[in-house]
């Protein structure tokens, strides 16, 4: 069964909501700018915890940061790709 994604409290806690980075990027009821909110609080999550890592203070709890950057640059790739092919963005024909 599918449950409703509390969007707020996966924005505050998002390790709590998803088992990986890459859950986030294929969430069906997330928007692109949602799903960049969760990741980047992600991120601030894994660099305190990877902080926490290197001095020994966490219970084997993964940090997950280099999944979380990696889904990050996918989506400001996806971005880049929307921009060039609604030509929108800066696009090979220059102006």
């Not at 990027?25 to 928007?31: C, G, K, M």
């Not at 280099?66 to 609604?86: F, M, P, W, Y």
Request: overall charge negative; aromatic content about 4%; proline content about 4%.
């Amino acid at each position: 069964m599918h449950h409703a994604l509390n969007v707020e409290a996966a924005k505050t806690n998002p390790s709590k909501f998803f088992k990986t980075p890459k859950e986030v990027l294929l969430h069906p009821d997330l928007n692109r700018k949602t799903k960049i909110d969760i990741l980047r609080q992600w991120e601030v999550d894994a660099r305190l915890l990877s902080v926490a890592e290197e001095e020994n203070m966490t219970q084997g709890e993964s940090s997950h940061l280099g999944a979380v950057v990696s889904a990050l640059i996918a989506l400001d790739d996806e971005n880049k790709r929307a921009d060039t092919e609604t030509g929108t963005g800066p696009g090979k024909h220059g102006g």
